[in-house]
């Protein structure tokens, strides 16, 4: 599996307060629990996935690895891994890949017809928050026109939103990915945004700074 932008931006960002527990939940690759692992040097990371390849791939990617004592691959979904895993966390991180090519419609309900992504976020809303420490949080990534969509979901479910990033391809464009920071408790928003590109192929210096740590070259 490529290493993602999306990926390797949530990997930067995700966690605050020096996390000591963390669930990589839809892991592919492992290159957000493996990002995450070198940030924090304390960390025990628990990486998940549905597919048995990714599982393979990403424990290939973690035994290679120099933090891998602090990596641990489980071949589950997200519902298994809840029911049976006694182990709560600190931060939870997801780069979904159910909104591939896709598109939300105007209304939630269409969309909760037309979409089973609807059906995996309300699990990982619901079943999330009961593996989540008092004070830990959940980070996800998404296409920015299905924000409004999942502030909504996360609502019903008691989740409040501490932070938000939103992603820009160029200086002038639209947000195409967000960010956004959840937690079980109510905070103060914090709002930024990161631009990727100055111009077609020349990374900003935003950008740069940000994956100076983990890129060999830029």
Not at 135 to 164: C, H, R
Not at 177 to 200: A, D, H
Request: charged share 20%; hydrophobic share 45%; with cysteine.
């Amino acid at each position: 599996m490529k290493v993602g932008t999306d990926a390797a931006i949530l990997g930067a960002i995700a966690g605050t307060n020096h996390p000591k527990a963390i669930l990589d939940v839809g892991t592919g690759s492992g290159i957000i629990s493996l990002m995450l692992a070198q940030r924090f040097p304390s960390a025990q990371i628990t990486a998940i996935d549905i597919d048995d390849d990714a599982i393979l791939q990403a424990n290939e990617n973690f035994m290679a690895s120099a933090w891998s004592d602090r990596l641990q691959t489980v071949p589950s979904s997200l519902a298994n891994f809840c029911s049976k895993s006694p182990k709560t966390f600190d931060l939870i991180v997801s780069n979904p890949p159910y909104f591939s090519n896709k598109h939300f419609a105007n209304s939630v309900a269409r969309t909760n017809a037309r979409h089973t992504d609807s059906i995996f976020f309300e699990e990982l809303f619901s079943l999330t928050i009961q593996k989540l420490n008092k004070n830990g949080e959940m980070v996800l990534i998404f296409p920015f026109n299905s924000l409004d969509f999942l502030i909504e979901l996360a609502a019903k479910n008691n989740w409040y939103i501490t932070q938000q990033v939103l992603v820009h391809s160029f200086p002038n464009d639209e947000p195409v990915r967000v960010i956004v920071s959840f937690k079980r408790e109510k905070e103060k928003l914090s709002e930024n945004s990161i631009i990727i590109y100055e111009s077609p192929n020349v990374y900003t210096a935003q950008f740069k700074k940000l994956l100076a740590d983990f890129y060999l070259q830029l």
